[in-house]
């Protein structure tokens, strides 16, 4: 059994940054694929960055590709997602989540294990 736990999140100004980070328990963190979620209010969750178990891949969605960056300490068991130039749009509640798959995937269903969220909100 994996727990995650985000923190990190806020209020910001558009245009600001903010580290996200998820730190897992147990000593299999590196046994997993991880990504980083996010729904807004009345939004199915959404797929926005993923990193592979050794973390040499990363992947984003083209609405964040250039101003969010996945990464992972797997010695830390922690992985991280670095946002700048915070957009309105981006406000939403957080998650990271831990895959068996070798490839991240955006398929939410495909993953076990997930945090509980961290608030990130933007104001414009």
């Known amino acids: 059994q994996v727990q995650l736990v985000e923190s990190g999140g806020g209020l910001v100004q558009a245009g600001g940054s903010l580290s996200l980070a998820c730190a897992a328990s147990?000593?299999?963190?590196?046994?997993?694929?991880m990504g980083w979620f996010r729904q807004a209010p009345g939004k199915e969750r959404e797929f926005v960055a993923g990193?592979?178990?050794?973390?040499?891949?990363?992947y984003s969605t083209d609405s964040v590709k250039g101003r969010f960056t996945i990464s992972r300490d797997n010695a830390k068991n922690t992985a991280y997602l670095q946002i700048n130039n915070l957009k309105p749009e981006d406000t939403a509640v957080y998650y990271c989540?831990?895959?068996?798959?070798?490839?991240?995937?955006?398929?939410?269903?495909?993953?076990?294990?997930w945090g509980q969220g961290t608030q990130v909100t933007v104001s414009s």
């Open positions: 989540a831990l895959s068996t798959m070798v490839w991240p995937t955006y398929e939410a269903t495909r993953y076990d294990y």
């Open positions: 147990g000593r299999t963190f590196k046994s997993y694929s």
């Open positions: 990193i592979t178990r050794s973390g040499t891949t990363t």
